[in-house]
């Protein structure tokens, strides 16, 4: 595997410290995976000491806990609740004010960019996502001037996974457990006893050239077969796995599946699924003015397909019952993404099973929904 | 160019309740010199001494219908009024005190006052909508202020308010909160209840209250199967749905399926 041998060195914790210290010296605001509140959560992190060392998580449908690793590591844990879209494409966002003075209207539709990124911690399903947002906000006739500027200037430290969470099926979708693209740097965390030690590799010069600055020696080849032994033994035990079978043609033949009804009596419409999903990014436009009527602002925030005014139209919602809803939801993820955008909108990261508080398993509802056909 | 708009009549009127939705008009702070700008208090007992007789355009109405007298006071409220905005729980559902739905309300009555011949009370505490056509029902317990600043601009431009009706969960996890139904199995009732509050619950770790209301397709049924498999016991399924919104349908509904 050359990806795993290109520029391939070993760092211990203290080179890893060196790594967040160069970052923030070239003006990065460097987030990465912490403890918070039971989960693990992306936030601004300084110090390897905040990173999760030592802890692990258990995930199956509907339920997530965290708890104290049998292991002494810093990233064996798989994804938490959030992803990296909320700083690309924030939840909340501001898009134009205008407002009346001196008689003239006067628009602020400057694209907000604050100081670049660094994602700290990327998994390989997460770079997955990261490229089929890509595709949504860049691709199109009008790119999302702040998502460019964000993606543009973001710097990339990407982790192989040593362990794959219990809802995790990222090597049924052929993007994961092992980091191929999309990232500046990738960590293996080598071994499981002791004092930490990552396998460096480097994708990009930018990446190459903060290497070279952190103490580091030369892997040896049995730390690069170890690094590729832990892939390996991540993707072997996966939570998970979609059916083998032709899912995206079937779902779009099986709009009147029985299935659906038993999904519309178990489903919240909560949006829960849509919101932890690394790739989904329906908003609503919000259009507000102030009470002096001088000031008028729109705002973007995100929406769900669950929600029944976002398939609002004139007149009332396309899609009143949860069932439509539900139906809508894995369609365009898994049958009509690929038409729209070339690629699958599911990545395979299992949030959607784990933070669904009805433990709707989206990998047994897809294997139902082609296994038995309706007439 | 742009003549300052004239001021529009603004009147507070308040039935049961506890005067918490109204105090979040004056929490406003700042924007109430604002909202003084645009709007003429004509009635507001809460703020103002004396009342003004009139037309209002705008009739803010805080708290249920619980007695005779009130049940007459909303009709006249609402010909007075051009535009009426009823303001939380009480107004919108009943409040906590339609509690006595569920019961026979003259034994409370009996047990609590020593003279129980001077109350005159209505069998049920009940929504403004259940007496007079409303405009718009603005959720909560107490009613998110800057919510009510969106009503009362929305209002003034003749727009519809930006007022989402989706779930709490949407604004929980929009604020990055950690869900604390799914990671540390407390019973919320977020995935239920309306949006609007900003998530305070679970932002403190806590389960949410549904003091919003139901959202707008809430699914009960498959919220209690989910909480009664953490281990929620009937009883206490009850007792979750019947608080603020106790008589909003799909919570009265529900909590008459649990019980001891
Ligand atoms: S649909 Fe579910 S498993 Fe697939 S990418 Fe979204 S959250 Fe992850
Ligand atoms: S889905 Fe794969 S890449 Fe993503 S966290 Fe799980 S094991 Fe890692
Ligand atoms: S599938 Fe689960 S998370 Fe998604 S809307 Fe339904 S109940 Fe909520
Ligand atoms: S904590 Fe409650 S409101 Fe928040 S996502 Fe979980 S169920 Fe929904």
Redesign the pocket.
Same mark, same amino acid.
């Given at each position: 595997m050359s990806r795993q041998t290109q520029c391939a060195h070993v760092i211990d914790l203290e080179g890893l410290q060196q790594l967040l210290d160069a970052l923030r010296e070239r003006g990065y605001r460097t987030l990465g995976p912490t403890v918070r509140d039971g989960a693990i959560a992306y936030e601004d992190i300084a110090s390897v000491e905040e990173l999760p060392r030592g802890w692990t998580d258990e995930q199956s449908p509907g339920a997530y806990r965290l708890r104290p690793s049998d292991t002494d590591t810093v990233f064996g844990f798989a994804v938490g609740p959030q992803s990296w879209k909320r700083p690309l494409f924030p939840s909340h966002q501001i898009l134009w004010r205008a407002g009346v003075a001196g008689g003239k209207v006067q628009l602020d539709s400057e694209p907000h960019i604050d100081a670049p990124l660094a994602l700290i911690g990327v998994r390989a399903c997460e770079l997955s996502a990261l490229a089929i947002q890509d595709r949504v906000w860049l691709g199109g006739a009008a790119p999302d001037a702040e998502y460019r500027a964000r993606r543009a200037d973001a710097f990339i430290v990407a982790v192989n996974c040593a362990h794959a969470g219990g809802n995790c099926f990222c090597v049924s979708m052929h993007t994961g457990p092992e980091v191929t693209s999309g990232y500046d740097l990738a960590l293996t965390e080598l071994g499981t006893e002791g004092e930490p030690t990552f396998l460096v590799t480097c994708a990009t010069e930018a990446g190459a050239a903060v290497l070279e600055t952190l103490t580091r020696r030369a892997a040896r080849d049995d730390e690069i077969a170890a690094a590729q032994a832990v892939v390996a033994h991540t993707a072997a035990s996966m939570g998970r796995a979609m059916p083998e079978t032709d899912w995206v043609s079937r779902l779009l033949v099986s709009p009147e599946h029985p299935r659906w009804n038993a999904l519309a009596d178990r489903c919240l419409a909560?949006g829960?699924c849509t919101m932890v999903c690394p790739t989904c990014f329906c908003t609503n436009l919000e259009d507000t003015s102030d009470l002096s009527g001088l000031q008028v602002t729109r705002t973007r925030r995100w929406d769900s397909c669950f929600s029944v005014d976002f398939a609002y139209v004139h007149g009332g919602s396309v899609r009143p019952s949860i069932r439509a809803r539900y139906r809508q939801w894995i369609t365009h993820k898994l049958a009509t993404w690929p038409q729209q955008f070339g690629t699958s909108g599911c990545v395979g990261c299992g949030r959607c099973i784990s933070w669904c508080?009805v433990g709707i398993d989206l990998t047994e509802e897809v294997a139902a929904l082609c296994a038995e056909t309706p007439d | 160019m742009y003549p300052a708009p004239r001021k529009t009549r603004l009147a507070v009127w308040k039935f049961a309740s506890c005067d918490g939705c109204q105090l979040s008009l004056l929490d406003c702070e700042d924007a109430l010199l604002e909202l003084a700008e645009v709007l003429e208090f004509a009635y507001f007992p809460e703020a103002l001494s004396r009342p003004v007789r009139g037309r209002y355009a705008l009739s803010l109405v805080e708290g249920s219908i619980s007695t005779p007298k009130d049940a007459e006071r909303i009709r006249a409220v609402r010909r007075r009024s051009d535009h009426l905005v009823t303001l939380g729980a009480c107004a919108t559902a009943g409040g906590i005190q339609a509690l006595r739905n569920f019961a026979a309300a003259g034994e409370f009555v009996a047990a609590v006052y020593a003279h129980p011949q001077y109350i005159a009370t209505l069998e049920h505490s009940s929504a403004i909508s259940a007496h007079v056509p409303v405009d718009f029902e603005l959720r909560g317990c107490p009613v998110n202020k800057l919510q009510l600043l969106e009503v009362i601009s929305a209002f003034l431009r003749g727009r519809r308010p930006a007022i989402p009706a989706y779930s /709490? @969960?949407i604004e929980?996890?929009s604020r990055a909160?950690t @869900? !604390? /139904? !799914?990671a540390t199995r407390q019973a919320?009732l %977020?995935?239920v209840t309306q949006a609007g509050c900003g998530?305070i619950c679970?932002g403190c770790h806590r %389960?949410?209250y549904g003091c919003f209301g139901p959202q707008e397709t809430p699914n009960t049924t498959a919220l209690s199967d989910a909480l009664a498999a953490l281990g929620v016991s009937r009883a206490a399924l009850q007792r979750l749905y019947r608080t603020f919104n106790a008589d909003a349908p799909a919570f009265r509904r529900e909590s008459e399926r649990h019980g001891e």
């Open positions: 909560c829960n508080p | /709490l @969960c929980c996890k909160h @869900c !604390v /139904l !799914v919320c %977020g995935p998530a679970p %389960g949410c």
